[in-house]
């Protein structure tokens, strides 16, 4: 290209490697300096601290202009006097070299770097002395890429990236440019088309719609978690209790202006009250940046910022310092099933189906109108697992709980005859995604995390090591459980002996995964009622119902998760839009609901019976099953010393006197909670004590005789 014709290329803004002619450059008779400075009325080449060197020679009307350079002068800068009059004392950013090294490039372009969240994005360095930001991108087929923004008027022409051309890397530090700043990457396709500004994949802060731009955002928060860190990153802790308390931030509890509460304003209020409960984890609908407040989260646009509706990074750093000082846990919903296509977020990003599927048979989720990410592409794999391991590293993060893994383990999810390809042995396994969650998940346990899978089919080994042949997450929500136990409690109690296989069911496969037991988001919105709104019967029914399931919830073999709300018999489905109706506590019935699952997770959590064998037989223990014409269940729960403890729950409203149970050991036996206590808004019926004989039941070589509570769970322990 003549020099003439480069001249052109930058003037024009499509110029793609500025680098070959900005900046310092040796000529015949030395070197020679050029700068593309639109705007200005007249640059003078200087030393640093604003000593002339050379007046600087217009070379093109579109700002672009070239002195030479001193002999023995190394280092320079410029001062340019805009057609205001006003004067700026800048750096080039043409004179520096590369912030990036071959072994980063290298593992850049392999796909196989845990920390490619350091090396891409936006980061404050001090290079040659000098502070600025290093902006880094992946757009291996766009033929130009730029940063825009406040510091360059948003101009594309100034600020053209650096190529390398081995892993289609653009990068370029900007002097002067720190922390706040506001940026965008303008990109022209392979043709030369330019397309919408695009925020940073990589990007930590991102500005409110409408504007989306990226932010330039540097931490300097101090953790104080390093306790907690050193108990809880050696690996899962299958035999632990995990009560989980599911939380949206932005309708928990809002202002009284109906504002949002900030991330400084839930670790003040929300993590006393999950303390207060007695709850182990909380985990958080995501909470990674989206542009739609009605998706709750689960359409995310910047998988690497927290949302900045409640606060900053720091601020989101400082929640969960809170959590692990109350000895809580967190986890956090994580979405790498798809994205949306928004025109500023992954969406065709340099033109092509990067990080997407071209095939809309492959890359597109009709239900949910977003793009689906292409497992095959090592770059596309190396950016989810950073991410990945960015949330545990950099905010400290305890687990992910991974949204919608059915639609990634299955080419035909969602999908008729003829709108999916087969995999290469002709199924429809998606056998990209299936690889991808094994290293995800050797990776998440590697660094001391968990993983829960939200999957409701029934693929093998979702929750087995990958060693084994599984897909190697932690734990499996157990949706068949929901659904079955949910639609049983729906009916009224004398129609439920019809049904009663809904609750023994469960036990069939209990211990084929590890189970989390789920009452979530998604069983209170759309149409389905709240969980109270679910039970039959009277009001004073319905919330017995409620407290006998809960009891029974806990009762069963598998971790635990209640959505907010849950726990204080939320009335009306839950809305994104509004706070939790907490005024519902002013009535005794709602409180008792409350106190009893702060009581329930007390005794769940200091009850090894209750918690230690949940994915294991040994723990579990029927006494009777097959009482579907009293709808009454009873079993043991077992811990690793053989202490146990009995469960019966009566699901009708009638009171059972001299009900007869069976019971492995002789002694006295006390009822340690029931769920129809008064204190609970119950009746109170039900037996404190009870002795045993020898006169044996449901093949036990003792039995116990109680009064069964109506519409209750009770936990009885011998004396």
Same mark, same amino acid.
């Given at each position: 290209?003549?020099?003439?014709?480069?001249?052109?290329?930058?003037?024009?803004?499509?110029?793609?490697?500025?680098?070959?002619?900005?900046?310092?450059?040796?000529?015949?008779?030395?070197?020679?300096?050029?700068?593309?400075?639109?705007?200005?009325?007249?640059?003078?080449?200087?030393?640093?601290?604003?000593?002339?060197?050379?007046?600087?020679?217009?070379?093109?009307?579109?700002?672009?202009?070239?002195?030479?350079?001193?002999?023995?002068?190394?280092?320079?800068?410029?001062?340019?006097?805009?057609?205001?009059?006003?004067?700026?004392?800048?750096?080039?950013?043409?004179?520096?070299?590369?912030?990036?090294?071959?072994?980063?490039?290298?593992?850049?372009?392999?796909?196989?770097?845990?920390?490619?969240?350091?090396?891409?994005?936006?980061?404050?360095?001090?290079?040659?002395?000098?502070?600025?930001?290093?902006?880094?991108?992946?757009?291996?087929?766009?033929?130009?890429?730029?940063?825009?923004?406040?510091?360059?008027?948003?101009?594309?022409?100034?600020?053209?990236?650096?190529?390398?051309?081995?892993?289609?890397?653009?990068?370029?530090?900007?002097?002067?440019?720190?922390?706040?700043?506001?940026?965008?990457?303008?990109?022209?396709?392979?043709?030369?088309?330019?397309?919408?500004?695009?925020?940073?994949?990589?990007?930590?802060? *991102?500005?409110?719609?409408?504007?989306?731009?990226?932010?330039?955002?540097?931490?300097?928060?101090?953790?104080?978690?390093?306790?907690?860190?050193?108990?809880?990153?050696?690996?899962?802790?299958?035999?632990?209790?995990?009560?989980?308390?599911?939380?949206?931030?932005?309708?928990?509890?809002?202002?009284?202006?109906?504002?949002?509460?900030?991330?400084?304003?839930?670790?003040?209020?929300?993590?006393?009250?999950?303390?207060?409960?007695?709850?182990?984890?909380?985990?958080?609908?995501?909470?990674?940046?989206?542009?739609?407040?009605?998706?709750?989260?689960?359409?995310?646009?910047?998988?690497?910022?927290?949302?900045?509706?409640?606060?900053?990074?720091?601020?989101?750093?400082?929640?969960?310092?809170?959590?692990?000082?109350?000895?809580?846990?967190?986890?956090?919903?994580?979405?790498?099933?798809?994205?949306?296509?928004?025109?500023?977020?992954?969406?065709?990003?340099?033109?092509?189906?990067?990080?997407?599927?071209?095939?809309?048979?492959?890359?597109?989720?009709?239900?949910?109108?977003?793009?689906?990410?292409?497992?095959?592409?090592?770059?596309?794999?190396?950016?989810?697992?950073?991410?990945?391991?960015?949330?545990?590293?950099?905010?400290?993060?305890?687990?992910?709980?991974?949204?919608?893994?059915?639609?990634?383990?299955?080419?035909?999810?969602?999908?008729?005859?003829?709108?999916?390809?087969?995999?290469?042995?002709?199924?429809?396994?998606?056998?990209?995604?299936?690889?991808?969650?094994?290293?995800?998940?050797?990776?998440?346990?590697?660094?001391?995390?968990?993983?829960?899978?939200?999957?409701?089919?029934?693929?093998?080994?979702?929750?087995?090591?990958?060693?084994?042949?599984?897909?190697?997450?932690?734990?499996?929500?157990?949706?068949?459980?929901?659904?079955?136990?949910?639609?049983?409690?729906?009916?009224?109690?004398?129609?439920?002996?019809?049904?009663?296989?809904?609750?023994?069911?469960?036990?069939?496969?209990?211990?084929?995964?590890?189970?989390?037991?789920?009452?979530?988001?998604?069983?209170?919105?759309?149409?389905?009622?709240?969980?109270?709104?679910?039970?039959?019967?009277?009001?004073?029914?319905?919330?017995?119902?409620?407290?006998?399931?809960?009891?029974?919830?806990?009762?069963?073999?598998?971790?635990?998760?209640?959505?907010?709300?849950?726990?204080?018999?939320?009335?009306?489905?839950?809305? *994104?839009?509004?706070?939790?109706?907490?005024?519902?506590?002013?009535?005794?019935?709602?409180?008792?609901?409350?106190?009893?699952?702060?009581?329930?997770?007390?005794?769940?959590?200091?009850?090894?019976?209750?918690?230690?064998?949940?994915?294991?037989?040994?723990?579990?223990?029927?006494?009777?099953?097959?009482?579907?014409?009293?709808?009454?269940?009873?079993?043991?729960?077992?811990?690793?010393?053989?202490?146990?403890?009995?469960?019966?729950?009566?699901?009708?409203?009638?009171?059972?006197?001299?009900?007869?149970?069976?019971?492995?050991?002789?002694?006295?036996?006390?009822?340690?909670?029931?769920?129809?206590?008064?204190?609970?808004?119950?009746?109170?019926?039900?037996?404190?004590?009870?002795?045993?004989?020898?006169?044996?039941?449901?093949?036990?070589?003792?039995?116990?005789?109680?009064?069964?509570?109506?519409?209750?769970?009770?936990?009885?322990?011998?004396?």
């Amino acid at each position: 290209m003549s020099k003439q014709s480069e001249i052109n290329a930058l003037a024009e803004g499509r110029h793609n490697n500025p680098f070959a002619f900005l900046g310092p450059h040796p000529t015949a008779n030395g070197r020679v300096v050029r700068t593309l400075q639109p705007g200005a009325k007249a640059v003078d080449l200087v030393e640093g601290d604003g000593t002339k060197l050379a007046s600087m020679r217009r070379i093109h009307d579109s700002g672009l202009f070239e002195a030479p350079m001193p002999s023995r002068k190394r280092r320079y800068a410029l001062r340019v006097t805009w057609q205001s009059g006003e004067t700026q004392l800048v750096e080039d950013p043409y004179r520096f070299p590369s912030t990036l090294g071959e072994m980063d490039l290298y593992l850049l372009g392999e796909g196989s770097d845990r920390y490619v969240y350091r090396k891409l994005g936006a980061h404050l360095r001090t290079v040659q002395g000098i502070s600025g930001t290093r902006f880094a991108v992946w757009a291996p087929n766009a033929s130009r890429v730029s940063v825009v923004g406040d510091f360059n008027s948003w101009d594309g022409r100034r600020h053209v990236m650096r190529l390398h051309p081995g892993n289609g890397i653009w990068e370029i530090f900007l002097p002067g440019v720190g922390s706040g700043a506001l940026y965008k990457y303008e990109i022209t396709d392979a043709a030369g088309k330019l397309l919408p500004l695009k925020a940073d994949p990589y990007g930590t802060l *991102h500005e409110p719609p409408p504007g989306n731009s990226s932010v330039v955002f540097a931490s300097h928060y101090d953790w104080n978690d390093d306790d907690w860190l050193r108990q809880h990153r050696t690996g899962p802790e299958l035999d632990a209790p995990t009560s989980i308390y599911e939380v949206h931030l932005g309708s928990w509890r809002r202002k009284d202006d109906g504002s949002y509460l900030t991330y400084s304003d839930l670790a003040r209020e929300l993590v006393p009250y999950v303390a207060d409960m007695g709850f182990t984890h909380i985990e958080l609908l995501p909470v990674t940046e989206h542009p739609f407040d009605g998706s709750w989260g689960y359409q995310p646009i910047g998988m690497f910022a927290p949302t900045q509706r409640f606060g900053t990074p720091d601020d989101f750093r400082a929640l969960v310092d809170a959590c692990h000082a109350r000895g809580i846990g967190v986890i956090m919903d994580w979405v790498p099933a798809h994205f949306p296509g928004d025109e500023h977020g992954l969406r065709r990003f340099d033109g092509t189906a990067l990080y997407e599927h071209a095939d809309p048979r492959k890359g597109e989720h009709a239900d949910w109108g977003t793009l689906v990410f292409n497992y095959g592409r090592r770059e596309v794999i190396n950016y989810l697992i950073g991410n990945a391991l960015y949330w545990i590293d950099e905010f400290h993060i305890d687990g992910l709980r991974v949204d919608a893994v059915a639609s990634m383990l299955y080419l035909d999810y969602s999908r008729e005859e003829g709108e999916w390809v087969p995999n290469e042995r002709g199924g429809n396994e998606n056998l990209e995604a299936v690889e991808f969650l094994k290293r995800l998940n050797t990776e998440l346990h590697a660094h001391g995390a968990t993983s829960y899978a939200e999957e409701s089919t029934a693929w093998p080994g979702v929750s087995r090591p990958v060693d084994h042949g599984g897909l190697g997450f932690t734990y499996k929500w157990n949706m068949g459980w929901m659904n079955d136990t949910l639609a049983y409690m729906s009916e009224d109690p004398v129609h439920r002996k019809f049904h009663h296989d809904k609750m023994t069911f469960g036990l069939v496969y209990a211990f084929n995964e590890n189970f989390i037991l789920p009452l979530s988001h998604d069983e209170v919105v759309h149409g389905k009622r709240s969980i109270l709104g679910r039970m039959p019967g009277d009001r004073w029914q319905q919330l017995a119902n409620l407290r006998a399931y809960y009891g029974a919830m806990f009762a069963h073999p598998g971790k635990k998760l209640l959505f907010m709300g849950n726990e204080i018999a939320q009335e009306r489905e839950w809305n *994104h839009d509004q706070s939790l109706d907490w005024h519902l506590l002013n009535d005794s019935g709602h409180q008792g609901v409350q106190a009893l699952l702060r009581d329930l997770n007390r005794l769940y959590v200091n009850t090894p019976a209750l918690h230690e064998i949940d994915f294991d037989d040994r723990g579990f223990e029927w006494i009777d099953w097959n009482d579907r014409d009293s709808s009454v269940l009873s079993w043991l729960r077992r811990d690793a010393h053989g202490h146990f403890v009995v469960c019966v729950t009566n699901l009708t409203p009638l009171v059972r006197d001299g009900f007869k149970v069976g019971i492995p050991e002789s002694g006295v036996y006390r009822t340690v909670l029931n769920t129809d206590d008064e204190q609970y808004g119950g009746s109170g019926a039900g037996s404190r004590t009870a002795s045993s004989t020898s006169n044996g039941q449901h093949g036990r070589p003792f039995s116990i005789e109680l009064t069964l509570p109506p519409l209750a769970t009770i936990f009885l322990e011998i004396e």
